[in-house]
T-cell receptor, first 122, second 121 residues
Framework: NAGVMQNPRHLVRRRGQEARLRCSPMKGHSHVYWYRQLPEEGLKFMVYLQKENIIDESGMPKERFSAEFPKEGPSILRIQQVVRGDSAAYFC????????????????????FGPGTRLTVL | AQKVTQAQTEISVVEKEDVTLDCVYETRDTTYYLFWYKQPPSGELVFLIRRNSFDEQNEISGRYSWNFQKSTSSFNFTITASQVVDSAVYFCALSEADLLLVRTGANNLFFGTGTRLTVIP
């Protein structure tokens, strides 16, 4: 029963290059979240996606960052023209679809996190 | 506005001591969820517990226990008889259950800044 998978685990880019981070959710999960963890800080929400839809991107920087979750394949977080300040750990989490929630109905399901991608911008 | 405060930045204890990690939260929602995650030195995030706002029962799981007190907006985490393997950064997180968002499933987590626990052998 594979967990959330992220690759690569480590990514080094030079300023101005593009970074592509991939996330495969747990089997049966259709909700994907991306978070960023700057050094010595907690995680900050970036974007929430369902298949082929961006539901909430309120935490995503307006420029250079984009995310997708296609019908087939992993979710991709793309950072164009990276800068040193983009150096961070990027975590993906997944949770099951709402219909699979228990009798509690409301709210939230547990998000299970991947191992993260550590991006270093030189 | 939501906020999670983990006032203890770093804690060191000697093996076998008990240790409590504090978490205080702020939310305007009446329905919300609280979580604890562990981040060991290897870097991944390990889910420990989820608690909803309607359930104030304390929970115990082996050496771990959680004390949820709505009156003080706290959700503290205690490790009994700590072990070296407990050394990690522990994060408390909050998710609100906005009824409109529930339909879409949106429930992004707001994290505290974490408490780094070091257990000394």
């Amino acid at each position: 029963n594979a967990g959330v998978m992220q690759n690569p685990r480590h990514l080094v880019r030079r300023r101005g290059q593009e970074a592509r981070l991939r996330c495969s959710p747990m089997k049966g999960h259709s909700h994907v979240y991306w978070y960023r963890q700057l050094p010595e800080e907690g995680l900050k929400f970036m974007v929430y996606l369902q298949k082929e839809n961006i539901i909430d991107e309120s935490g995503m920087p307006k420029e250079r960052f984009s995310a997708e979750f296609p019908k087939e394949g992993p979710s991709i977080l793309r950072i164009q023209q990276v800068v040193r300040g983009d150096s961070a750990a990027y975590f993906c989490a997944s949770s099951p679809p709402a219909r699979d929630r228990g009798l509690s109905g409301l709210g939230t399901d547990t998000q299970y996190f991947g191992p993260g991608t550590r991006l270093t911008v030189l | 506005a939501q906020k999670v405060t983990q006032a203890q930045t770093e804690i060191s204890v000697v093996e076998k001591e008990d240790v409590t990690l504090d978490c205080v939260y702020e939310t305007r929602d009446t329905t919300y969820y609280l979580f604890w995650y562990k981040q060991p030195p290897s870097g991944e995030l390990v889910f420990l517990i989820r608690r909803n706002s309607f359930d104030e029962q304390n929970e115990i799981s082996g050496r771990y226990s959680w004390n949820f007190q709505k009156s003080t907006s706290s959700f503290n985490f205690t490790i009994t008889a700590s072990q070296v393997v407990d050394s990690a950064v522990y994060f408390c997180a909050l998710s609100e259950a906005d009824l409109l968002l529930v339909r879409t499933g949106a429930n992004n987590l707001f994290f505290g800044t974490g408490t780094r626990l070091t257990v000394i052998p």
